[in-house]
C-alpha cells in the first residue's frame, strides 16, 4: 500500500491541464420553457499560470456559437468540441502569456427530462385536479459531472471559483441559486434575476432551481433558512425548518468554523432525481425527503428528513467548504457526511435507534436496512473495491457513489472515533476544517490532522481499511484457561481464493456478566461499570489476558467496529447464555454476525435461528429488523420452492408473538420506535402469508376509502402493501385511481408501491407500463419495474418488460442510476442461467461503465443460487426439530 499524498494542485488527477485557472464566472441563462432548451453567455476570469496556445474546458451537449479572448473574437474553426471526451478546445490565435485574462462564450444547451444538468418537472400543484393541471417547473443536478451541460467551465471539483449567476424567468415564478438575489428588473418576457457571486467553490455545487414556488422562513445565528416548495406546500416544510436550525447550531459548533454563506436555502424538487443534493446554500431534495405532513406522514417519514437533512448539511462544511480534490476520494465526502448525519441525528433523537437502523440515503426502492450491514454484505464478495479508488473517467465518477463509498467510509469513521474518543476526534476534525477551508484535500490531509490531535499515527491504522478492499473476520479461541487466542484473516461470501489481508483492527471486547447460576445468584446487577477495554491487533495473532474461563466475552463492544467476530463453541455457548445481559447493540450485532457466518458457509443456519430462539422476548426495534430482514431474504429465496410453506409457518411463529405483544392499535406509553416496529411487522406478517394479517389489511383498506383519518399514518404504507400484494383486478385499480388523484408524492408511492407487490401476473402486467407513462415523477416513474421485479416475485416479467422499453427508460434516468438500472433488475433472480443472460446481455447492448454493476449483479444471482440449495436442507432439518427442541 502506497500512501497517498496531501493535497497538491498541481498533482490532483484530471484531465484538463492545470496551466489555465478559472476565478470568477458571470454567466446569463435564459430558458426557452416551451422549446425545453436554453442559451446562455459567460464570462469568465483566467489565470494564466504558463504560457499556453490552447484552453481546454469541458462542455456536454453545449452549441457553442461564439467565443472570444481578451475581446478579440475567435474564428469558428478556433472552436473545437471533443464529443467523447465532454472537451471543449479553444485555439488560441498566439501564445498568450502568464497573467490575467477574459474568456466569453456564447451557447445553448437542452432543458432535459432526467436530472442531469438544467431538467424540466411536471407536477401536480396543490389542490388541482390530476392530469389537467400539470405544472411545469426548472432544476439542476451537477454532480458528479454534470454542470458541462449547464455552461462551459473547469468541470473538476479541484478548480475552485466564484460563480455569479443571472437567469430570465416567468415573472410570476421564484428562482433560487446558492447565494441571495442582488438584483431582479422586469425585462421583455419576464424578468432577470442576479445572484450573488460565491466564494470560491467547486463547479458540481451550483444550483438554480425556478417555478411557482413558495416559502417559509426563519433566521438561525447569523443565517437566513428557508424551506422552498411548489405552491401551496411550502407549510409542510415546518418540520424541516426547525430541524435546519437545530442542525445549524450543531454543526456551526462541531465544526469550529461558522456556516459560512448568508443563506441556506432546503429547496423540495417534486421530481427530477430521487435523492439530495448538498448545492452550497441551496440543497435539493426529492420532496417526500424535506416536507412532512403531521397529519398524513408516518413516523418513518420524518425520521428519514431528518437525517438527510443532517447529511446534506454537514457537506456544506465537509464537502463544500472543504472539498475533495479528486472524485477518488468521494468516500471522504459521502462517508464524512454520512457519519457526521447520523451522529447529529442520534444525538437529538435518542429514541430512534440511528445507529442501529437507517435507511439508504440513495436507496430508490427505500429498502430499510442496517448502514454497517449494508456495506459489510458488498465488501466481503469478489466485487468490492477499496472505498479510495482510482477514477479515470466521468463515468467511473458516476459509479463511485456505491454502499461502499458511502457505507464503509461511515462504518471506518465511527469505528475511528469510538477507538481516539469522541473530544480527541472532533479536535482533529476542527484542525483539518481550520487548515483546509476554501480548499481542496486527499485523505492523508485528514489523517495528519487526526493524528496532530490524536498523537496517534491514524495513517497507518487506517490504510488497511481504506485502501485495500474488504475486511476481517476475527476468530475467538478459549484454551480453558485465562487465555483468549485472536486470529484474523479476511471475511469473504461467495469469493473463492480471495487474496489473503491484514488490517490493524481496532478492537474493543467486555466480559459480560456471570455465567447463567451465577447471575441468578447476584440478581440484575451485573454487567454495570464493565467499560469495554480496547486492543490494537497489529498482526495474524494476538492474546487477550485474564479473561475468566466461566465468564462471556462479547468482542466489538455496541457493535461499532468494522469487522465480524467467530466464537468457538465455548465462547458461544457463554454469549448464549449471557443474553439478557446485552444491550440491545450488542444483541443486533451477534444476529449480523451469526447470519454472516451462514452466509459465508463457516456456519449452519441452526447458528443464526438457535440465536434467534434464545433471545428474550423484546419489541426492540433494531433487533426485531434484522430478524425481519432475514426472513424476509429467506422467503424470497424461496419463491416457487417447495419448502416456502413451511418456512414460512415457522417465520410466522418467530415474529408472532412481538406483534400480539404490540397490537394492531397504538399503546399508551409504548416505545417512540413502537409505530415503526408495527408497521414492519404488519408487512413481513402479509409477505408470509399470515391470513389474519391480511384480513386485518383488508378490513382497514375499506374503512379508510370512507374515512382516510381511521388509519394511522405509520401503517399506511405497510396495510396498502399487503392489501395490493393479494389484490383482485377491482382493488388494484381502486388503489391506482387513489394513487392518481393525490398531489403528495409520499402519498402517491405508497399506493404505487402497492401495486408493485401485486402478484397476479395478470396485475402485474398492468402494473409494469406504469414505468413509461407520466403519472410519477419522471425519477420515480422507472423504478416502479425493479419494485415489482422484488415485490412480486416475478423478476421475469419485469425483465422481458424492461428489455423490451429499455430505451424508454433509461431516457428517464439520471448519470448514476443509467450504469446500474438495467443490472439490477436481475438482482432478485436466482439462477445461474440468469446470470449468463445478464452477462451476454450487457455485452451486447450495455456501455463499459455498466461493468462493475453488472458484476456485483451477476455475483448476487450466482450466490442465491448456491445459498438457496444450501440453505433449503438445512432449514428443513432445522424446522422439522422444532418440535424436540
Ligand atoms: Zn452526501
Not at 288 to 314: G, R
Not at 451 to 456: F, P, R, Y
Not at 475 to 493: A, H, I, P, S, Y
Not at 607 to 617: C, N, Q, R, S, T
Request: charged share 25%.
Amino acid at each position: 500500500m502506497t500512501a497517498e499524498k496531501p493535497f497538491s494542485f498541481k498533482e490532483t488527477p484530471g484531465k484538463l491541464p492545470k496551466q489555465v485557472v478559472p476565478t470568477d464566472y458571470s454567466i446569463r441563462i435564459v430558458p426557452n420553457i416551451d422549446k425545453l432548451t436554453f442559451s446562455g453567455t459567460e464570462t469568465v476570469t483566467l489565470s494564466v499560470r504558463n504560457p499556453v496556445r490552447q484552453l481546454v474546458l469541458n462542455a456536454l451537449e453545449l452549441e457553442i456559437s461564439e467565443a472570444s479572448f481578451d475581446g478579440k473574437p475567435l474564428p469558428k474553426s478556433a472552436i473545437k468540441i471533443d464529443k467523447e471526451n465532454e472537451l471543449l478546445i479553444l485555439a488560441l490565435p498566439s501564445e498568450v502569456a502568464a497573467g490575467d485574462h477574459t474568456l466569453a462564450l456564447s451557447f445553448s444547451g437542452k432543458i432535459n427530462q432526467q436530472g442531469q444538468g438544467l431538467f424540466y418537472m411536471h407536477y401536480q400543484e396543490q389542490g388541482s385536479p390530476p392530469v389537467a393541471g400539470k405544472k411545469i417547473m426548472l432544476g439542476t443536478q451537477f454532480e458528479a459531472t454534470d454542470a458541462r451541460r449547464f455552461f462551459p467551465c473547469w468541470d473538476e471539483p479541484v478548480f475552485r471559483a466564484r460563480f455569479q449567476l443571472t437567469a430570465v424567468v416567468p415573472e410570476n415564478w421564484l428562482a433560487v441559486s446558492n447565494m441571495p438575489i442582488e438584483t431582479e428588473k422586469n425585462i421583455a418576457g419576464g424578468k432577470e434575476v442576479r445572484f450573488a457571486a460565491t466564494p470560491p467553490m467547486s463547479s458540481y455545487l451550483n444550483v438554480f432551481v425556478a417555478g411557482g414556488l413558495d416559502l417559509i422562513e426563519s433566521r438561525s445565528w447569523q443565517t437566513q433558512i428557508r424551506v422552498i416548495a411548489t405552491k401551496g406546500k411550502a407549510e409542510l416544510g415546518r418540520y424541516a425548518l426547525e430541524a435546519t436550525a437545530q442542525i445549524l447550531g450543531y454543526y456551526n459548533d462541531y465544526f469550529g468554523v461558522p456556516y459560512p454563506l448568508p443563506k441556506l436555502d432546503q429547496i423540495a424538487l417534486p421530481g427530477g432525481f430521487g435523492g439530495a443534493m448538498e448545492n452550497w446554500g441551496g440543497i435539493t431534495y426529492y420532496e417526500s425527503a424535506l416536507l412532512f405532513d403531521p397529519k398524513n406522514s408516518s413516523a418513518e417519514t420524518k425520521q428519514n428528513i431528518y437525517e438527510v437533512i443532517a447529511h446534506e448539511m454537514a457537506h456544506m462544511w465537509f464537502g463544500d467548504l472543504v472539498t475533495m480534490a479528486w472524485w477518488d476520494n468521494l468516500w471522504l465526502n459521502e462517508g464524512f457526511a454520512s457519519w457526521m448525519g447520523t451522529k447529529c441525528t442520534a444525538h437529538f433523537n435518542p429514541q430512534w435507534e440511528v445507529w442501529l437502523r437507517r435507511e439508504l440515503p440513495r436507496d430508490p426502492t427505500r429498502r430499510v436496512g442496517i448502514v454497517k450491514e449494508a456495506a459489510m454484505e458488498s465488501d466481503a464478495r469478489a466485487t468490492t473495491h477499496p472505498i479510495q479508488q482510482r477514477i479515470a473517467t466521468e463515468a467511473e465518477a458516476n459509479s463511485a457513489f456505491d454502499d461502499i463509498t458511502y457505507k464503509k467510509g461511515q462504518s471506518f469513521l465511527r469505528m475511528l472515533e469510538s477507538f481516539l474518543g469522541e473530544d480527541v476526534f472532533r479536535d482533529g476534525i476542527r484542525r483539518y476544517i481550520a487548515a483546509h477551508k476554501y480548499s481542496n484535500t486527499t485523505t492523508t490531509d485528514l489523517w495528519n490532522a487526526l493524528s496532530e490531535a490524536s498523537k496517534k499515527p491514524i495513517g497507518e491504522i487506517a490504510a488497511g481499511w481504506t485502501a485495500q478492499p474488504g475486511f476481517p473476520v476475527v476468530r475467538v479461541k478459549r484454551g480453558g484457561d485465562e487465555k483468549v487466542r485472536l486470529t484474523q484473516e479476511r471475511f469473504t461470501v461467495n469469493f473463492k481464493n480471495a487474496p489473503a489481508l491484514q488490517w490493524k483492527i481496532p478492537l474493543t471486547y467486555s466480559i459480560v456478566g456471570l455465567p447463567a447460576e451465577a447471575s441468578a445468584q447476584a440478581g440484575a446487577s451485573a454487567q454495570a461499570g464493565e467499560a469495554p477495554a480496547t486492543l490494537l491487533m497489529t498482526g495474524k495473532t494476538a492474546t487477550l489476558q485474564n479473561i475468566p474461563a466461566d465468564r462471556s466475552l462479547k468482542l466489538n463492544v455496541n457493535g461499532a467496529g468494522n469487522y465480524r467476530v467467530e466464537y468457538d463453541a465455548a465462547s458461544w455457548k457463554l454469549l448464549l447464555e449471557a443474553l439478557p445481559k446485552l444491550g440491545v447493540e450488542d444483541r443486533v450485532n451477534l444476529l449480523s454476525d451469526a447470519w454472516a457466518l451462514v452466509q459465508a458457509g463457516r456456519a449452519p443456519v441452526s447458528l443464526y435461528f438457535g440465536l434467534v430462539e434464545k433471545l428474550p422476548a423484546s419489541t426492540e426495534l433494531a433487533e426485531r429488523e434484522q430478524i425481519i430482514n432475514v426472513l424476509d431474504f429467506i422467503n424470497r429465496l424461496f419463491v416457487n420452492n417447495p419448502e416456502r410453506e413451511k418456512f414460512q409457518r415457522y417465520a410466522r411463529s418467530l415474529l408472532r408473538q412481538t406483534f400480539e405483544t404490540l397490537g394492531w392499535e397504538p399503546k399508551e406509553g409504548e416505545l417512540p420506535t413502537a409505530g415503526n416496529l408495527r408497521a414492519s411487522l404488519i408487512k413481513a406478517l402479509g409477505d408470509l402469508n399470515d391470513p389474519e394479517i391480511v384480513a386485518g389489511c383488508r378490513e382497514r383498506f375499506e374503512k379508510y376509502l370512507v374515512n382516510p383519518a381511521s388509519l394511522a399514518p405509520d401503517l399506511r404504507s405497510s396495510v396498502l402493501a399487503v392489501v395490493g400484494r393479494y389484490a383482485d383486478e377491482k382493488t388494484w385499480s381502486k388503489l391506482h385511481e387513489l394513487g392518481l388523484k393525490t398531489t403528495s408524492n409520499e402519498e402517491k408511492q405508497n399506493y404505487y408501491n402497492a401495486l408493485a407487490e401485486s402478484i397476479d401476473p395478470t396485475l402485474v402486467k398492468k402494473t409494469l407500463p406504469i414505468a413509461l407513462s407520466d403519472e410519477l415523477p419522471t425519477s420515480r416513474a422507472l423504478f416502479i419495474v425493479p419494485l415489482v421485479a422484488r415485490d412480486s416475485g416475478r423478476p421475469d416479467l419485469a425483465w422481458e418488460f424492461a428489455k423490451a422499453n429499455m430505451k424508454t427508460l433509461l431516457a428517464k434516468t439520471d448519470a448514476v442510476g443509467a450504469n446500474q438500472y438495467a443490472a439490477s433488475l436481475f438482482t432478485f433472480f436466482c439462477e445461474d442461467s440468469r446470470a449468463d443472460e445478464l452477462k451476454s446481455y450487457a455485452k451486447a447492448n450495455l456501455s463499459p461503465a455498466s461493468a462493475p454493476a453488472v458484476a456485483k449483479v451477476m455475483d448476487e444471482v450466482q450466490f442465491r443460487a448456491e445459498f438457496k440449495k444450501r440453505l433449503a436442507p438445512q432449514l428443513n432439518a432445522w424446522i422439522d426439530g422444532k418440535e424436540r427442541r
